[in-house]
């Protein structure tokens, strides 16, 4: 019996707790509750309590966190996060603070907690203090730039995450890692000289720099960091729709429409890009020419118009105009709401009256267009 009761000691709590047929779960309350009931009513179970093993060990975790609950209550309004980081400095494990803090054992919660520097070990807590003494945060400087330069200070990611954020989750070094302060050394020398080769000019704006650096044929992602000293995608991604970052052949191919379709001496941007469409100039393509990039909210502004629709759309659009022609001087929304009130869709009554797709033209309002036709 002895031999038995030795082996069920040295199982694991969560197949102890399969074995004897109950489930040690929920916010600290409910897990006392649930041994206390157990032990009223399953002998066995008892004697599992006051026996050296993993029950007991967990019966007295428990206890220990009733009575720190105990001395250190949660301040009325006090978040639960607040809450576990001042049990972390009262030296509350990560899987006791999630417990007493959010009510209930969470493995994700915990993780997140063995981030913050209340939960680091003593010596790493140290060095981080001592950090702070040395390079202490100015009044108002915001985080990320604190960390910055405690990275121009060669301060290692994680401790200036530390210092700065308090944590070390990847949500925060994955983030400073963006920044120049913490590419490696081979990656700072080298933007270092770049800055040198190509200063930025006097007066000359971040985005006219980065791309002049594309023109140069700098690479995207050492452009964003001499530019803006940073590689996030939020960066990188706006840099990636210019055409100073298209391969060559797109450059080259820009290059070739602009020579064959010039832009009209005081031709505005839109006209002169559905000029191109009627030109049969691929969407893309004409964003290029015309803007220099492929931003969504370019590319999306030209995708509404007529000259960029399919061209089963265009035939369809050619077809209506025959059928229903616009009256002399009959202003476009009176136009549109005639085609509608002759069965046409909404979408196809925009591209008759108003040359976009009904998306645009709905957000700006069909009133507005009675004002006049747009000029081309």
């Not at 031999?3 to 709590?13: E, G, Q, Y």
């Amino acid at each position: 019996m002895a031999d038995t009761t030795d082996r069920i000691n040295a199982l694991p709590p969560e197949m102890l707790q399969h074995i004897m047929g109950f489930t040690l779960q929920g916010s600290l309350d409910e897990q006392l509750r649930t041994i206390s009931n157990m032990a009223r009513t399953n002998a066995n179970f008892r004697s599992q309590l006051t026996s050296e093993g993993p029950l007991r060990t967990r019966h007295q975790q428990l206890l220990g966190l009733a009575e720190i609950r105990t001395q250190l209550p949660r301040s009325q309004g006090e978040l639960p996060g607040s809450y576990a980081r001042r049990l972390g400095r009262a030296n509350v494990t990560p899987e006791g603070a999630t417990l007493l803090a959010f009510g209930e054992a969470n493995p994700q919660v915990t993780d997140r907690l063995r981030g913050y520097l209340e939960f680091q070990p003593a010596e790493v807590q140290a060095r981080i203090a001592t950090l702070r003494t040395q390079h202490p945060g100015r009044q108002w400087e915001p985080d990320d730039v604190y960390a910055r330069r405690l990275g121009r200070a060669n301060v290692p990611l994680e401790d200036a995450a530390l210092a700065a954020f308090g944590e070390a989750n990847p949500q925060v070094t994955d983030r400073l890692r963006g920044y120049l302060e913490f590419q490696p050394a081979e990656v700072q020398a080298r933007i270092t000289t770049l800055r040198t080769q190509y200063p930025i000019g006097q007066g000359e704006l971040a985005h006219s720099y980065a791309l002049r650096l594309g023109r140069a044929n700098v690479p995207l992602e050492d452009a964003a960091l001499a530019t803006y000293g940073d590689v996030h995608p939020q960066v990188t991604d706006r840099l990636r729709g210019y055409l100073e970052f298209q391969p060559a052949e797109v450059q080259a191919r820009i290059e070739t429409l602009r020579t064959r379709h010039p832009r009209k001496q005081g031709e505005r941007d839109v006209p002169y890009a559905l000029r191109l469409g009627r030109a049969n100039v691929p969407l893309e393509d004409a964003a290029f020419v015309v803007f220099g990039s492929v931003e969504p909210r370019r590319a999306d502004y030209l995708r509404e118009y007529l000259e960029f629709q399919p061209a089963e759309v265009q035939a369809r659009i050619t077809t209506l105009r025959t059928q229903y022609p616009i009256g002399q001087e009959e202003l476009p929304n009176s136009y549109a709401r005639r085609l509608r009130r002759a069965n046409v869709t909404p979408e196809d009554a925009a591209l008759l009256a108003f040359d976009r797709a009904i998306a645009l033209v709905e957000s700006r309002g069909l009133e507005q267009r009675d004002r006049g036709v747009r000029g081309r």
